[in-house]
């Protein structure tokens, strides 16, 4: 699955992005709020996680849209956007999200987000 903006791809994860993962997510201020990811993050973690998103995106009925977040210049993985617990009958879902501390204040994540919730509605 991809998702275009000015700027960004959202897009599903592949294993090319387990190099970037760690080093993304490795910071504190970036993995604090996140449910369960584990501290320290290493390649171990990241291959399992991209591993997981591709399993749940082969489903016939997708209850979860793990994306990644790049940059159209580079596609360089810098964050991770998502939808999980959809619930097509009732109409609901979860939005999260992370970024790489690099890319804060840039407003990439109000970018990403409008986007995800256009695909979702």
């Given at each position: 699955?991809?998702?275009?903006?000015?700027?960004l791809?959202?897009?599903?994860?592949?294993?090319?992005d387990?190099?970037?993962?760690?080093?993304?997510?490795?910071?504190?201020?970036?993995?604090?709020y996140?449910?369960?990811?584990?501290?320290?993050?290493?390649?171990?973690?990241?291959?399992?996680?991209?591993?997981?998103?591709?399993?749940?995106?082969?489903?016939?009925?997708?209850?979860?849209?793990?994306?990644?977040?790049?940059?159209?210049?580079?596609?360089?993985?810098?964050?991770?956007?998502?939808?999980?617990?959809?619930?097509?009958?009732?109409?609901k879902?979860?939005l999260?999200?992370w970024?790489?501390?690099k890319?804060?204040?840039?407003?990439?994540?109000?970018?990403?987000?409008?986007?995800?919730?256009?695909?979702?509605?």
């Open positions: 699955m991809k998702l275009t903006t000015k700027r791809i959202l897009r599903d994860l592949i294993k090319e387990i190099k970037f993962l760690p080093n993304l997510i490795n910071d504190l201020e970036v993995s604090k996140l449910a369960i990811v584990p501290h320290p993050y290493g390649k171990k973690e990241a291959k399992w996680f991209v591993e997981h998103c591709k399993e749940e995106a082969k489903k016939k009925s997708r209850e979860s849209y793990e994306l990644g977040i790049v940059f159209k210049e580079n596609n360089e993985l810098i964050g991770c956007i998502g939808l999980t617990k959809v619930n097509m009958w009732d109409g879902a979860t999260g999200y970024l790489g501390k890319y804060w204040r840039r407003g990439v994540m109000y970018e990403a987000c409008q986007e995800i919730l256009k695909f979702a509605f």
